[in-house]
């Protein structure tokens, strides 16, 4: 029982394995030429010449598939060029406002300076409304 187990799962990764090479040998035709051979693929339909060398099959782009090759890449190229100046651009104007909306050292001491005198007069009035309610005592010893 356990062996069955054990054999059907095999049994189906194989199958799945041996579908999946076999489509992948279908993949590409091979057809004889004068020089070598012409492969296609068949899912593509991007066309490369081969030739036998040291035993073994060595196959290059056509050229016309590669020059088609060659404007996509100059054309990303170009592409890629444009956006890593705008991103340049877009940080350098980012941080030149970034810098330009922070308060100077000056700005900075003056505003710390008015945020001290109002703590201290809101606490003052707070120490003299329970001096004159006569509550301090009570809040003490209710806290206790």
């Not at 190229?77 to 890593?84: G, I, L, N």
């Not at 651009?89 to 030149?96: H, Q, T, V």
């Not at 300076?113 to 309610?133: A, H, P, T």
Request: charged fraction near 30%.
């Amino acid at each position: 029982m356990r062996l069955q187990h054990i054999l059907i799962p095999a049994a189906l990764v194989s199958l799945v394995a041996a579908s999946a090479y076999s489509e992948e040998t279908d993949r590409y035709r091979l057809e004889k030429s004068a020089t070598g051979y012409v492969r296609m693929d068949t899912q593509t339909g991007a066309m490369s010449i081969c030739e036998e060398q040291s035993g073994q099959l060595v196959c290059k782009v056509a050229a016309d598939e590669r020059a088609a090759y060659q404007d996509e890449i100059d054309r990303l190229q170009t592409s890629m060029k444009a956006m890593d100046e705008r991103v340049t651009r877009l940080e350098n104007s980012l941080s030149a406002r970034l810098e330009s909306k922070l308060p100077s050292e000056e700005d900075f001491n003056k505003t710390m300076s008015y945020m001290e005198r109002f703590l201290k007069g809101f606490m003052g009035i707070v120490k003299d409304m329970d001096k004159d309610s006569g509550n301090g005592a009570q809040l003490n010893s209710q806290k206790t």
